[in-house]
């Protein structure tokens, strides 16, 4: 009986772990906001139905650590750090009668969970590992520019504006602003060389910042791509359809597919549209409509449409959540002139399918109308 109503707790607070902190975070925003009173009554108690949440999650995380190998190790472990930094420190401060306004703020420790809970921090983390040669050498221009514009503006602009660039801090102050392109104005060269140092201190910026950019950029996306392609080559390798070939033919496939995910009940392709790709199942089960057939994981479907004149022969539907392999037609073609083996047990197999749907004459029912309520992912 302990067990479900832990597993639900814990489904709760996976769900409601992001709404719980966003509303959180904007509740002590608007807090110091010296709002009516009532209005003030209504965020604490918001505030504290969050700390009571993270309460809950602390808890949480301590019995399932208690049912596992290593929990001394846990409990010293970052992750139960954040557990008591979210909960304790305000606590406290609110037993100690610090005023509410200072005490929320706190709560500013309730960020720390994010990384945690969030994929796309250590898609960040890798990125900034595999790129770190790059950015280091960007961060080194950075300095050596900073450096050299603060000492040449301290030497030329000293003279003139003595309270401004009289000291090399300042200058370097003048330097971070307008090489970050933030250019308050609160310091500003006044001689000829002066500005004309300034003019390239700012050029420099742009170029120091976009190739900042270019970098992160370019890595997030190669590091996606070889995200994407480890879970197509693991999917790929599964397949039976697949099972004779090569590891390095299965990489080259690999590379051709592209994995999708459905919900149940999603309509996959729908009888008359045009299509030009076909799908292996990795995992799952579809239906397909009107010819009483189902397909489960290593089957595929999709190839009558692709063979054919393009126009789907029957609506297909996911039974439960399936993930896919996607093949588009000039992929297939590639894969036909390479694996002309497999590419013979598709067309068979299409054959095969015609044929049967040929002898039935209801084969080509429409699917019932909750089937059609659905997006098709074809399209
Ligand atoms: P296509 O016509 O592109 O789109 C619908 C798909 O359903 C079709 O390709 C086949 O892959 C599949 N299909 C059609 N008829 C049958 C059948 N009788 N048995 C199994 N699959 C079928």
Not at 78 to 99: E, R, S, T
Not at 186 to 208: H, K, N, Q
Request: with cysteine.
């Amino acid at each position: 009986m302990i067990r479900p109503s832990i597993d639900a707790l814990s489904g709760f607070v996976d769900s409601a772990r992001n709404v719980v902190l966003a509303v959180g975070l904007i509740c002590i925003v608007v807090l110091p906001m010296h709002l009516p009173y009532s209005e003030v009554h209504w965020l604490e108690a918001i505030l504290w139905a969050c700390l009571a949440f993270y309460a809950l999650e602390w808890a949480l995380d301590i019995s399932r650590w208690s049912k596992r190998d290593h929990f001394r190790e846990r409990l010293l472990s970052f992750q139960h750090v954040i557990d008591i930094l979210a909960v304790v420190p305000i606590l406290a401060a609110n037993l100690l009668g610090i005023p509410a306004t200072t005490a929320w703020l706190l709560g500013a420790f309730w960020l720390l969970k994010l990384p945690a809970a969030t994929s796309g921090f250590s898609l960040l983390g890798h990125v900034f590992l595999a790129e770190a040669n790059s950015l280091m050498t960007v961060v080194k221009v950075f300095v050596f520019v900073l450096v050299m514009a603060a000492i040449a503006m301290h030497l030329v602009e000293r003279d003139a504006q003595p309270a401004a660039f009289g000291t090399l801090v300042n200058s370097l102050y003048w330097a971070v602003t307008t090489l970050t392109t933030t250019g308050y104005g609160d310091i500003v060269p006044v001689t000829p060389l002066g500005r004309l140092i300034a003019g390239f201190v700012m050029i420099s910026g742009l170029a120091v910042f976009g190739l900042w950019t270019g970098i992160l950029a370019t890595g997030f996306a190669a590091e996606t791509r070889r995200r994407d392609f480890v879970r197509t080559w693991e999917f790929v390798a599964k397949v039976p359809f697949f099972k004779p070939l090569s590891p390095a033919a299965i990489i080259e496939i690999a590379r051709m597919l592209r994995p999708i995910d459905v919900a149940e009940r999603t309509v996959i392709v729908r009888k008359g549209r045009q299509g030009d790709c076909m799908y292996f199942i990795a995992e799952g089960l579809v239906e397909v409509a009107g010819a009483g057939v189902q397909l489960g994981s290593g089957a595929f479907f999709g190839e009558m449409a692709l063979l054919g004149d393009g126009t789907r022969t029957a609506t297909v539907t996911a039974v439960v959540p399936s993930t896919l392999l996607v093949l588009d037609l000039t992929d297939y073609r590639i894969f036909a002139a390479h694996y002309p083996d497999l590419a013979h047990a598709v067309e068979e197999e299409a054959a095969r399918r015609r044929a049967e749907r040929n002898k039935k004459p209801d084969i080509s029912a429409e699917p019932g109308a909750a089937a059609n309520r659905h997006a098709t992912v074809d399209e």
